[in-house]
């Protein structure tokens, strides 16, 4: 007998469920490409840096905000800059000569577009300097059921890539049930992504414990899970990195290394 989509969801859920329950403890492994954790109540401000995405996505950021950006990754040494991908060639000529990874977000904010102008944009932010990609899945395929579309949607992008660059897949985990994370994570899993990420920071909501806890048991241990969205010090930095986060995406990075008040929403 032939499953109906509905079906098979539900299969796939009470499956995953089943294995979270037998499995509680989650794994700490990092990926490659991802800075290797230690225990949270042992982290320096220098080496939380190398966990941060820092990160300037704002559609009025002007391009003194975006030196300024490049001018702190520098100072800090955080591990990533995460812009969009018309200022990707911009910010990669900035950090020429550095360790600073280049990141691009892709499909950003709303993640719904045709996958092939999502691969378009993808290849072209490589072109131009990006090292790591944060693409958004299609939500709201994601919500129709439609695990095929979602799929193939991270399959695009991810066929544009180079063997060398790091595909971080955003859930925007405020808009989902938890079913509808855990099937995301699983499409991920299925399609051997870097990373799964929590948020845009646009989407009404960010990063929670609960939600980083969970993802990181659907992943397991050889797959990132980046927390973004309302990190905005150093106490929940840790806190997400304890949950099992070995990335920070954060516009607030320098007020989570100084203490200083925290810039910008995201």
């Known amino acids: 007998m032939v499953m109906d989509q509905n079906e098979l969801v539900d299969k796939i859920v009470k499956e995953v469920l089943a294995r979270l329950k037998t499995h509680n403890e989650s794994g700490q492994a990092a990926p490659a490409g991802a800075t290797p954790q230690k225990p949270a109540f042992d982290i320096s401000t220098q080496e939380m840096a190398r966990f941060i995405d820092h990160t300037l996505l704002k559609p009025d950021a002007v391009f003194a905000q975006f030196d300024q950006l490049c001018e702190e990754a520098r100072k800090y040494n955080f591990y ?120 845009t920071g646009f989407g009404g909501g960010g990063a929670t414990v609960a939600d980083i806890q969970l993802m990181r048991r659907v992943v397991g241990p050889h797959i990132g899970v980046k927390a973004s969205g309302g990190v905005r010090d150093f106490a929940t930095a840790v806190a997400m990195i304890k949950a099992g986060a070995n990335r920070i995406g954060t516009a607030s990075s320098v007020a989570i290394i100084t203490g200083a008040q925290p810039q910008g929403s995201y």
């Open 80 to 199: 990533s800059v995460c812009v969009n991908s018309s200022k990707v060639a911009y910010v990669a000529k900035k950090l020429r000569g550095t360790s600073i990874k280049v990141c691009s977000v892709v499909g950003f904010p709303l993640g719904d577009m045709e996958k092939r102008s999502k691969a378009f944009e993808a290849r072209t932010a490589i072109d131009h300097g990006a090292y790591e990609l944060d693409m958004v899945l299609n939500i709201g395929a994601l919500k129709s059921g439609n695990l095929k579309l979602v799929e193939e949607d991270i399959r695009a992008v991810k066929r544009a890539m180079r063997s060398t660059t790091l595909l971080k897949v955003i859930l925007e985990t405020s808009l989902l049930s938890e079913e509808e994370k855990i099937l995301a994570c699983e499409i991920c899993k299925k399609v051997e992504v870097d990373f799964v990420k929590t948020s």
